[in-house]
């Protein structure tokens, strides 16, 4: 599983980047995954949560099986996500 907030205009975060960039070799076949996103909609329009669907499809080329629809936060998670955010867990169990 992912947790990740976007960087830049649509950016990795700096901290994941190394993680992100090494994911093309791994061979995940046969394992779950999992990405949650957080971004800003109306600032970053055309790049909301862009790093959390960046993840979802190198996690897709490992051969990894998505557990669970890629949550997207709006900013700071709320009373509200945490709801998702179960949902998100459950199923990825
Ligand atoms: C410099 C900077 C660049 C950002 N770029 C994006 C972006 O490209 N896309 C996006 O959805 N959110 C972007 N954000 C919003 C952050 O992802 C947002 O602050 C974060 O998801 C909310 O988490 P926080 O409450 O920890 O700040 C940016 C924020 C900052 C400060």
Redesign the pocket.
Known sequence: MVAT???????IPFNLQEFYEELPEIDLSGKVFGVVG????E??PD????AAIDFEKAFEATGATKGADTVK?E??AEDDDIDTLKAFVAALL
């Open positions: 907030y976007t960087d830049g205009d649509g950016e957080s971004g800003d909609s600032l970053y790049a909301f949560c862009q936060i900013n700071a």
